[in-house]
């Protein structure tokens, strides 16, 4: 395992920059560049033809094949960089980005060319152009709703993100970019149910973005967010803590008076 | 062992010794505070409480500065990000009410009497006198009262309290009608369109692929003209939605393994279940695609969406009841019928 990750970062090292220099290309000289990335980047565990590749006692998936997953998941797990996985295990958390913008793109196509999958989305899908202020404000109401109806059970009422079992986790969407939530959400990773154009419709979606983007400007007032959950948290670590300090400053007032060795001479 | 009594100390009639082994020390001598003995240190100190009294005069009056000089809300990033009226009045009244505080001390600490007494412990009962007079009033009064002689006074008097009971527990009427057989049934009927929460949306059944959770209510509760169901608001409209609430999700149709009779209550691949944990009720919808385990995020109630609703994990007795549903002529899921049992919570009256 060890010494595939080696092999593969390695490979990858020595011929990353010379594929990095593509220009414009046509969509199959895209997919054949891509195919030449995946090959290098992702083909020891997801298979030499995206088919997936099982672990040596057969029973779990090492990567999970690549067959129709199509080019939105791609953009998601590589251009948040969660996808090269360090490791296998339960929760591949965002990292720093491993391939450029073009490469990316590439991969994705290569991955789009195995079977048809959800597309990465046109910016306008989620843009609010030609919104007047008042359609804004009702697409972000309908966008809560959606949200605190569909996502808040796993990623918390403003988006921070929440624990799931074994070793799992949603998220935090805080910081997550509109087009990154936009292909999570059509491709459904990890454990993430899919809510694709048929269950959410495109409309739908740009009104759970736009929600997400809106609850960041919204003001906070004093002291830690947690999860939004207000000062509930934090009034309890301070009478837990309080409570103590107060009462070893109480013993240190009564142990302590100032005396002195004089005697009393009485007037 | 005769010798020994002889070492012993002598006995005397209170079961003390007459003359103690070790002779009592008494107290040690009295050392003077400072101010006890230094005029000008006492009017130092004098001074100090009164200061600090004063500081806490002066926070105070800025406190009322501070309520009326920054509104809530007025550049809530200043200070450490917690607000330019939040610290200043937080600190002010802090101030004023620890300026008080400490002076105190300072003044029970310095200035107050410095006296050092002895209360020695003395017995728990009262005296044998007291209680002497006290069981004779009591006699006394018991008697004078008659209520042993007078028995047909003293069992109306218990009839009159113990009835008072009474309207307690007919005051518990009031907590409403008895549900009757409501809790057995929610608004589902057959052929009842399953909707989008929220929107109110109809869902084909080629809009959902594999991996597709989605929050559906009975169309019931978004009537229009063209669907005809009765305007429902107020309770009735919340409970219902909370009864009716479902989710459905698709999976591939060879992973669901349906009990006997509930073959055909799911369509290629999608099952819907109530949203509403049969723990206490929270609603339901942390599903993890890979394995179908629905969790409830209040007590971590887990249960198989794949395998009728098991419970895997969790303080929930019940599987998740599941709804029946079908495609109707236009393709669109709808109910077979309603809950084949009571969703939500068990009751003292179900089997």
């Known amino acids: 395992m060890l010494i595939g990750l080696l092999l593969t970062g390695g490979l990858y090292a020595a011929f990353a920059p010379a594929s990095g220099a593509g220009e414009q290309q046509d969509d199959a000289s895209q997919v054949a560049e891509g195919r030449k990335l995946f090959l290098v980047g992702c083909a020891f565990c997801h298979g030499q033809n995206g088919e997936g590749v099982l672990t040596a006692d057969g029973k779990q998936q090492l990567g999970p094949t690549l067959a129709g997953v199509g080019a939105a998941a791609v953009d998601f797990q590589v251009g948040t960089g969660r996808m090269p996985a360090v490791q296998p295990g339960a929760q591949f ?5 491993q391939y450029t913008q073009e490469e990316i793109d590439a991969l994705a196509a290569y991955v789009a060319s195995l079977a048809p999958g959800p597309a990465i989305p046109a910016e306008s899908d989620y843009s609010t152009d030609g919104m007047t202020d008042q359609e804004k404000e009702e ?37 997550a970019s509109e ?17 694709s154009n048929g269950n959410l419709t495109p409309d739908e979606k740009r009104d759970v973005i736009l929600y997400l983007q809106s609850i960041k400007e919204a003001p906070k007032y004093g002291g830690f967010s947690m999860g939004g959950i207000g000062p509930v948290s934090e009034g309890m670590f301070a009478w837990l803590g309080g409570m103590g300090v107060l009462v070893g400053f109480a013993v240190w007032i009564a142990a302590h008076t100032t005396r002195t060795s004089k005697e009393k001479v009485d007037a | 062992m005769s010798d020994n009594q002889d070492t012993l100390p002598e ?9 103690e082994p070790i002779a009592n020390p008494g107290l040690p001598a009295h050392t003077w505070r400072p101010t006890d003995i230094d005029p000008a240190a006492e009017k130092r100190a004098e001074r100090q409480v009164a200061a600090l009294f004063g500081i806490s005069m002066i926070s105070t009056v800025l406190f009322v500065v501070a309520f009326f000089a920054f509104k809530v809300g007025d550049e809530p990033t200043v200070v450490g990000g917690f607000g330019a009226s939040t610290v200043a009045l937080g600190l002010t009244f802090g101030i004023a009410l620890l300026a008080i505080g400490v002076g105190v001390i300072q003044w029970a600490r310095k200035l107050m009497g410095d006296h050092e007494i002895v209360e020695m412990r003395h017995p728990a009962s009262s005296s044998p006198e007291d209680r002497e007079v006290t069981l004779t009033q009591l006699a006394q009064g018991l008697d004078e009262s008659g209520i042993g002689r007078r028995p047909l006074v003293r069992n109306t008097l218990l009839g009159a309290v113990g009835l008072l009971g009474v309207p307690m527990i007919v005051a518990l009427r009031d907590l409403g009608p008895l549900p009757g057989d409501k809790l057995y049934h929610t608004i589902w009927t057959k052929g009842m369109r399953v909707v989008r929460d929220v929107v109110g949306t109809p869902i084909h059944v080629s809009d959902l692929q594999i991996g597709d959770l989605l929050n559906g209510e009975p169309e019931a509760l978004f009537p229009s003209e063209e669907n005809g169901y009765p305007e429902l608001s107020g309770v009735d409209s919340q409970i219902a939605k909370s009864k009716g609430a479902v989710i459905l999700h698709r999976m591939e149709p060879s992973e669901i393994t349906p009990s006997k009779g509930r073959e055909n209550w799911s369509v290629q691949g999608i ?13 339901i919808s942390l599903n993890e695609q890979q394995s179908h385990h629905l969790l409830c995020p209040c007590h971590q109630s887990t249960f198989d969406l794949a395998d009728n609703g098991r419970v895997l994990f969790g303080p929930a007795a019940r599987s998740l009841p599941q709804l029946p549903i079908e495609v109707d002529d236009e393709g669109y899921l709808v109910a077979q019928s309603d809950f084949t049992e009571p969703v939500g919570p068990s009751f003292w009256e179900r089997d």
């Open chain 2, 11 to 19: 006995i005397s009639t209170n079961g003390l010794p007459a003359e």
């Open chain 1, 179 to 195: 087009r990154h939530i936009y292909e999570a959400m059509l491709s459904g990773p990890g454990e993430m149910d899919v809510f």
């Open chain 2, 271 to 283: 099952v819907a279940f109530s949203k509403i944990c049969t723990h206490v009720g929270c609603p």
């Open chain 1, 93 to 97: 958390p965002a990292k720093r980005v």
């Open chain 1, 139 to 175: 697409a972000i109401v309908r966008g809560g709703q959606i949200f605190l109806t569909n996502c808040s059970a796993c990623h918390n009422f403003e988006g921070s993100g929440g624990a799931m079992p074994n070793g799992k986790m949603a998220a935090s969407l805080r910081n």
